[in-house]
């Protein structure tokens, strides 16, 4: 494997597995921008799409093989198939030796996500998960205003999106509709390998609130509403975290098209409270005295992309940088999607999560 240092002088040999609508829209351009790294290694289903991606971006290697790519002499390798699919190759990529950058949901399953987490720590590689906002600026400061809060007492975690055909529809959105390869249906719609909202847009808002703070969900009921193909479209849920507070999630697809992500977090403490409202950039402390600090950003800072966490990803295999989308963030959120399923599919009922494991 290439020895790295941190000088742009070094070379950083990346690999795509699942070089699908979101990989080729934001990561590889991403990877491609960055004068340190070479693109060696792209796997896809498809040989036309993957012939395509290949030659669009100079690829040294193409397979619809990800095994293939094992044998390669690479740095990086960023995971963007199916839901289902992220445990066994992040696992590979981690076992290879190379820092990985894994789609969210990280994986389906909450023990396979803690066995990812622990496998980094190691091999002494990075594992990154796709979390666009954490590397918005301005977000970092709501961790030194939830310490003038107190204990964390309730959670409110919203997020609504114009995703309805995604999970119900052609699986895209006509904003995407000028794009080479188009997202496919059944990613998003197959409700055994982790289709549905709860999944691919609720993990976004959990994944937020889990980089804030350090909370970890306990139990978590939930209700549904889905879709004939039985993934959700709508989310309603209620936790009980480790610290003793009380939760409330909400995921919904119902936003029209034409308008933006809804992200809307709520945490109350017993010496204040915090907003953070990423649809109208507002982030707004609350204290006992009456005074209220209003912390906002200029428009358009918290609109949503995600060229953060591969030019991350880069950044850590050389040796500079930090890891804003760490797997224990990943994992917490993963073990909650889990319950909040489970306990939908169960008519309601809490859902233990085993905190013996992270």
């Not at 006992?288 to 995600?306: I, K, L, N, Q």
């Amino acid at each position: 494997m290439t020895q790295n240092t941190d000088t742009t002088a070094a070379t950083i040999r990346a690999a795509v597995i699942g070089a699908g609508h979101f990989a080729y829209r934001v990561h590889i351009p991403v990877l491609q921008d960055r004068p340190e790294v070479v693109l060696d290694s792209v796997c896809r289903l498809g040989a036309d799409d993957l012939a395509l991606i290949r030659d669009e971006f100079g690829f040294a290697f193409a397979s619809e093989d990800w095994r293939d790519i094992l044998a390669r002499d690479i740095d990086i390798a960023v995971i963007a198939t199916p839901h289902h699919l992220h445990f066994e190759q992040a696992m590979a990529f981690l076992e290879k030796g190379c820092h990985v950058l894994v789609e969210k949901p990280m994986c389906l399953n909450p023990d396979e996500a803690w066995a990812l987490v622990e496998k980094a720590k190691e091999v002494g590689r990075e594992l990154l998960v796709s979390y666009g906002w954490h590397y918005k600026p301005g977000l970092k400061t709501a961790r030194d205003l939830l310490g003038r809060i107190g204990k964390i007492e309730h959670v409110l975690c919203h997020m609504g999106s114009f995703t309805r055909s995604v999970f119900a529809g052609s699986g895209g959105a006509s904003r995407w509709e000028h794009i080479k390869i188009q997202p496919e249906a059944e990613t998003w719609q197959n409700a055994d390998a982790g289709g549905g909202f709860a999944y691919g847009q609720l993990s976004h808002a959990m994944g937020l609130l889990f980089w804030l703070t350090d909370l970890r969900c306990e139990s978590v009921g939930a209700i549904t509403l889905d879709a004939p193909s039985r993934v959700d479209l709508h989310d309603a849920a209620v936790t009980r975290f480790s610290n003793g507070a009380t939760g409330v999630f909400s995921g919904t697809c119902g936003v029209p098209q034409g308008h933006g992500f809804e992200v809307d977090i709520r945490i109350y403490g017993e010496t204040g409270s915090l907003l953070i409202d990423i649809e109208t950039e507002r982030m707004i402390l609350k204290l006992p005295d009456g005074s209220r600090e209003d912390h906002s950003v200029a428009p358009g800072t918290w609109f949503y992309s995600c060229e953060g966490p591969a030019n991350a990803l880069v950044d850590v295999a050389m040796g500079k940088g930090g890891n804003e989308s760490p797997g224990d963030v990943g994992a917490r959120a993963v073990e909650t999607l889990h319950a909040l399923v489970t306990s939908a599919k169960a008519g309601g009922s809490a859902t233990p999560i085993n905190m013996m494991k992270g």
